[in-house]
């Protein structure tokens, strides 16, 4: 008597050209976003020295907050719709 067993087999196939381009975009956003939060830290330090300084670094700092959500929103996402091996 012959028993079956069906195994997973995952072959990694080379990446296409989307596949390539939006990691490297995820790496964009990555550095566009800490640049952000850093722009908005030296702005609201040099706040210190004029108030209404103070108040546009919290706003860059508050758009940075907001890439950070967008691109954790966009790992998620990925992370979630990515195929998974059974098991």
């Given at each position: 008597?012959?028993?079956?067993?069906?195994?997973?087999?995952?072959?990694?196939?080379?990446?296409?050209?989307?596949?390539?381009y939006?990691?490297?975009?995820?790496?964009?956003?990555?550095?566009?976003?800490?640049?952000?939060?850093?722009?908005?830290?030296?702005?609201?330090?040099?706040?210190?020295?004029?108030?209404?300084?103070?108040?546009?670094?919290?706003?860059?700092?508050?758009?940075g907050?907001?890439?950070?959500?967008?691109?954790?929103g966009?790992?998620?996402?990925?992370?979630?719709?990515?195929?998974?091996?059974?098991?």
């Amino acid at each position: 008597m012959c028993t079956a067993d069906a195994r997973w087999v995952h072959v990694r196939t080379p990446a296409t050209l989307a596949q390539r381009y939006f990691r490297q975009m995820s790496i964009r956003n990555l550095g566009a976003v800490g640049l952000v939060i850093l722009v908005g830290l030296v702005i609201g330090v040099l706040g210190i020295v004029a108030s209404s300084l103070y108040t546009v670094g919290v706003l860059i700092l508050f758009i940075g907050g907001v890439g950070v959500a967008v691109v954790v929103g966009e790992y998620l996402i990925r992370y979630f719709s990515s195929p998974r091996p059974p098991g």
